[in-house]
């Protein structure tokens, strides 16, 4: 027996909520499978330290401006996970916790979900599983054979774990700017931060209300066939939230370039030299969370679905939300997504 429904969802974080919100109003029959147990997506497991890149006002799915925190500017993930939690609850959105998706099929004319708990039959479904599960480490020389502990961001807490050791971060982008930060700051550690390129901070008066602007600029642009928009700097940059700026104008905020290896005790620089470490933090990115929708044969030859906005070209009963640019402008932040959640329910709504 399987259970049928209009639309699956699969993912219950931001993306599968704003994509919730949005076929609640068009009055379809849903329902939201999230393997996490409860409310909050991947900010539940967020280090201590994050803050969003922008004012709680300017960071809101649809429907729910995100209250303010007080005493902080940006607020702290814990704040995110009590604004998604109380969102689930208000709309009354059908997300079902602790539930695994583990394949999509076609099924005739429906797509057949399988989880492990029973499958179900629907006529379309939405990937929001985001990229939290999927770490990405690059391949480096020696990683097998260093003695000490390696992490990636989605390990990190706080900087009391590292007390007295000497931790090399690897990555020039924000996590990898934010952890450097968080650690040095804290001062019970002696940290390396090291990039492929010298990193590059955006302007302290830019944050992530003109990133949205310049990501949703620059996809026009693309969409009309005039190449990127420039602007402001790639998205790529660092936005200088508050203990980035603080690490960084006190000194305390130093990029090397990368190392050539890993060694036993630590890294090997180009030049040859050795540097002692206790521990490599791998900021290092992530890919999308896709392996549920192998049965689909959809993926191109580096493993990429092409979708004409969210719909997937090869099978437009699917529609892939919240993975980044490729999936919408900015479609991988919380004020964001819901423009191409709205997008991805009307096509939704016109197959019916």
Known sequence: MSRRT?????????AGLAAGYHLRRQGLDFAVLDTAPAPGGAWQHMWESLRLFSPAEHSSLPGRLMPTQPGQAYPDAAHVVGYLTDYEKRYDLPVHHGV????VHRDGDRLLIETDSGNWRARAVIS??????????????GRGAFAGRQLHTVGYQNPGDFAGQHVVVVGGGNSGAQIAADLTLDGRSEVTWATRRPPRFLADDIDGRVLFDVATARRRALDAGRGDTGGVASLGDIVAVPPVRTARDTGHLHAQPMFSRLTATGIQWA???????????????????????T?????GPRGHIATDGTRALGEPRLHLLGYGDWTGPASATLVGVGRTARDAVREITQLH
Request: aromatic content about 8%; hydrophobic content about 45%; glycine content about 10%.
């Open 100 to 103: 695994r998706v583990e394949a």
């Open 128 to 141: 929001a599983t985001g990229t939290w599960s999927r770490p990405f480490v690059p391949a480096t020389p």
């Open 271 to 293: 030049d040859g030299t050795d540097a002692r470490a206790d521990a490599i933090i791998w900021c290092t990115g992530f890919r999308p969370a896709l392996a549920h929708l």
């Open 6 to 14: 209009d639309v699956v969802v699969v993912g219950g974080g931001q």
């Open 295 to 299: 049965p689909l044969d959809l993926r």
